[in-house]
């Protein structure tokens, strides 16, 4: 699917442009430098509020609530409210199970959030680095991370990891083997501090980067600008390159083709709708 980045426009669905911590039904919500987004099933979308080291819900009613994360910066697993704690959590992606996974990046860690409530760890350690795991590593062993950014879920299960500070997409499988599928430390040049990814039912892939662009990447391999202007940082809502964002980081896709983007700088959460695609 090709989308016309003048048929795109940008538009503000929760957030007031103040850093701060206000869950809420009918007012005015803030975060505090919100990063990645994933929606359910149901419509209701997840963002990873980096400042807050919690886990917000935005209902399809605009109702702001918290859904996991005792806002303290820590790893603690347990139960997803009031015990569990993060570090900085960045990206967020579902499984087909209805398990909510995050790359819990000043951890160093990737965390899942399951279904019924509770948060453990599926990979990584405090410790900075970048180890790959195979079906023959030792029981207990967590491979390791720098930063992970980033998460997408393909059909089959996998997972794939912005890496950020390493340069590298990785991958773990349901198994829980830990691969690194491009870039790495030693080939900054070739990924280069990825931000946010995500892949819909077509195979499309949606990035930002720290240009301030949101990116198509086509199943063809072809890649298109949706919207922002290159290395203009600010807020602005409009189609094309008339809007703008400020460092945006998150992004999701929903089953009508809408693209949804934490725009990090702004504290908002942004919309581009597909108007046509005809």
């Known amino acids: 699917k090709v989308i016309d980045p003048a048929k795109c426009s940008a538009a503000t669905l929760a957030g007031n442009g103040i850093a701060g911590y206000v869950d809420s039904k009918d007012g005015e919500p803030e975060f505090y430098g919100p990063q990645g987004l994933a929606i359910d099933g149901a419509g209701n979308i997840y963002v990873a509020d980096f400042g807050n080291n919690v886990i917000r819900k935005i209902t399809p009613s605009g109702t702001v609530s918290t859904y996991a994360g005792n806002g303290v910066a820590a790893f603690v697993d347990g139960a997803a409210l009031n015990v569990a704690a993060f570090n900085g959590p960045a990206g967020l992606a579902f499984d087909t199970h209805g398990n909510l996974f995050v790359a819990d990046q000043n951890n160093n860690m990737i965390r899942k959030i399951s279904a019924a409530g509770g948060v453990s760890l599926i990979a990584g350690t405090p410790t900075a680095g970048h180890v790959n795991l195979t079906v023959d590593s030792a029981a207990g062993a967590w491979g390791a991370f720098n930063k992970p950014v980033a998460l997408a879920v393909d059909p089959s299960g996998n997972l794939y990891v912005a890496d950020k500070n390493n340069s590298a997409i990785r991958q773990i499988t349901p198994a829980g083997v830990i691969t690194t599928i491009a870039g790495g ?33 086509t199943s063809a391999k072809t890649l298109y600008i949706l919207a922002g202007a290159s290395n203009v940082s600010g807020f602005a809502d409009g189609s094309g390159t008339a809007a703008q964002f400020s460092a945006p980081q998150g992004i999701c896709v929903d089953a009508a083709g809408n693209i949804y983007v934490a725009d990090f700088n702004n504290n908002r959460i942004r919309k581009v709708v597909v108007v046509d695609n005809n």
């Open 185 to 217: 430390p030693k080939q900054q040049a070739l990924i280069g501090y990825p931000a946010g990814i995500c892949v819909d039912a077509s195979g499309n892939s949606f990035i930002t980067d720290q240009a301030g662009r949101i990116i198509e990447l």
